[in-house]
C-alpha cells in the first residue's frame, strides 16, 4: 500500500509540477461562497500570473519593469483570462485593494498590481536549487530518492 501511495505521489507531482502556491483559508472560503466567489478567483489568478522574480514585461509595445509578486498588464486581460466581466474586474479589482490583499498603480497603459503576502505563500519548502527540468518544468531530484 505505501508502494502504491508512492508511485502516485510521484505521478502527482510530475503532473502539477513545483513550486506551489499555499492557498490560504481565507481565499477558499471566498471561492466557496457564490457571493464572494468572483472575489476569490481574481485573487487567486493574480497569485498565478504574477510575476515570480524581478524583471520586464511587455504592455502596449512599451518594456516596463516589475518585481516579484507583482502583475503589469490591462483590466481587459484580466477579464480574459478569468472569465469575469470587465465591469465586475473593476469592482473586485476595488474590493481587493479595500482588503489589502493588493496595491494598484495606475501605468501607461494599464496597471500595476502588487499582490500582498506573494511571497510568503509561494513555496517549494525543502527544494534546493540544484533542480533539472523534467516535462518543461522545474523538479527537484529529491522528490525522487535520485
Not at 12 to 40: E, S
Not at 41 to 69: E, M, S, W
Amino acid at each position: 500500500m505505501d508502494e502504491f501511495r508512492s508511485v502516485n505521489e510521484k505521478l502527482a507531482i510530475d503532473l502539477m509540477g513545483l513550486p506551489y502556491v499555499k492557498i490560504p483559508r481565507y481565499t477558499l472560503d471566498l471561492l466557496k461562497c457564490p457571493a464572494t466567489r468572483q472575489l476569490g478567483q481574481l485573487h487567486l489568478l493574480l497569485f498565478d500570473i504574477c510575476f515570480f522574480a524581478d524583471g520586464y514585461t511587455d504592455l502596449n509595445g512599451r518594456k516596463v519593469p516589475c518585481k516579484r509578486g507583482e502583475y503589469v498588464g490591462t483590466q481587459q486581460e484580466l477579464a480574459d483570462l478569468s472569465g469575469i466581466n470587465i465591469g465586475s474586474i473593476n469592482r473586485l479589482i476595488r474590493k481587493l485593494e479595500a482588503l489589502h490583499l493588493i496595491s494598484v498603480t495606475k501605468i501607461q497603459g494599464g496597471s500595476l498590481i502588487k499582490v500582498h503576502g506573494y511571497t510568503s505563500l509561494i513555496a517549494a519548502p525543502g527544494v534546493k536549487d540544484d533542480s533539472r527540468k523534467r516535462n518543461g518544468r522545474q523538479f527537484n531530484d529529491n522528490l525522487y530518492g535520485n
